[in-house]
């Protein structure tokens, strides 16, 4: 069983940053791949960014190419997302996801999700 929690969420400017940590409560962390997923209210979970189990690969959408940024520190059974540049079109609920299993990694289909986390950013 892995349980996954989401932080570092809340209200920013356009333009703002943030990091949102994914810390998962497992002893094996390093044989899961990890993605992130956004959904807002009246639309399906978009898939954000993903990373490989050691970090050595990572995809990112290309709505959030060059402004997020998806890692990992498997010694803190952590992943990060770095929201750069913030756009009001951001604000939706994250989450992450963990699977150890690739497949497409940007189908929604991870075994293991979190909670969530709310992004709002304000124009």
């Known amino acids: 069983q892995v349980q996954l929690v989401e932080s570092g969420g809340g209200l920013v400017q356009a333009g703002g940053s943030l990091r949102l940590s994914c810390a998962a409560s497992?002893?094996?962390?390093?044989?899961?791949?990890v993605g992130w997923f956004r959904q807002a209210p009246g639309k399906e979970r978009e898939f954000v960014a993903a990373?490989?189990?050691?970090?050595?690969?990572?995809g990112h959408a290309d709505s959030v190419k060059g402004r997020f940024t998806i890692s990992r520190d498997n010694a803190k059974n952590t992943v990060y997302l770095q929201m750069n540049d913030l756009k009001p079109d951001d604000t939706a609920v994250y989450y992450c996801?963990?699977?150890?299993?690739?497949?497409?990694?940007?189908?929604?289909?991870?075994?293991?999700w979190g909670q969530g986390t709310q992004v709002t950013v304000s124009s």
């Open positions: 497992v002893r094996t962390f390093t044989v899961y791949y």
């Open positions: 996801a963990a699977d150890p299993s690739t497949g497409d990694w940007k189908l929604p289909k991870y075994h293991y």
């Open positions: 990373i490989s189990t050691d970090g050595s690969i990572t």
